[in-house]
């Protein structure tokens, strides 16, 4: 990933950079791995989105296209202020955004709390600004919810999680928990990377501490 002068404090609003009106960039029609398109603005009939901000996103978005019952994924930008960012301008940390992985997927194969449980698993929530090496507000642990059933979930899930944390040392869950803000997509080469590139950069802090069953 792009490594910066590290920004560990998100970026007033009135000093983000300002954007663009459009997305400056072309997009795949059709997702590399998944049989479903890439942009997933209009989602299916009973199809739900989950969105999720844990580091890196080349390697949370191969967690999450692997998973039985997600239908598409793709990668970008949220929680900032900056409208249709680059990569460049949300490493710079005058965006506020952090790395997302959009999830689409089928609620009658993989529930919610199980998509968030997988969230916990495959990174450290308790890290602020940053995943492992990778400094910045760009990799702050989100989860980002549509609808008031979402974030119930995400918080019962999150203050499930805690005491096993605590138990083996681990600070607090830094997770912030947020209606969804806009999601801008992350350029083309970004989207389903580790298909790309196959031995390309991973990132995952994994504590190795499994979310404990309801």
Request: charged residues 25%; glycine residues 8%.
């Amino acid at each position: 990933m792009l490594f910066s002068k590290y920004k560990t404090q998100i970026v007033e609003p009135e000093n983000a950079l300002a954007g663009r009106t459009d997305r400056p960039f072309a997009l795949a029609e059709k997702h590399k791995v998944l049989d479903a398109p890439l942009v997933t603005d209009e989602v299916p009939t009973g199809l739900e989105v989950a969105l999720f901000g844990l580091g890196c996103f080349w390697g949370a978005e191969e967690i999450f296209w692997q998973i039985d019952g997600v239908w598409s994924t793709s990668v970008g930008y949220a929680g900032g202020t900056t409208p249709n960012p680059s990569y460049e301008e949300v490493c710079s940390g005058k965006t506020g955004h952090t790395e997302a992985v959009r999830v689409v997927y089928d609620p009658a194969k993989v529930s919610y709390a199980d998509l968030v449980a997988a969230f916990y698993e495959v990174h450290d929530p308790t890290q602020g600004m940053r995943q492992g090496n990778d400094v910045g507000t760009q990799y702050r642990s989100a989860i980002y919810t549509f609808s008031d059933e979402q974030a119930e979930i995400a918080r019962e899930v999150t203050e499930r999680y805690q005491p096993e944390l605590t138990k083996r040392g681990y600070d607090r869950i830094t997770t912030e928990i947020k209606p969804a803000p806009p999601y801008y997509y992350a350029e083309d080469y970004h989207q389903q990377y580790l298909i790309k590139n196959p031995f390309g950069y991973r990132c995952h802090s994994a504590t190795g501490i499994k979310v404990p069953s309801a």
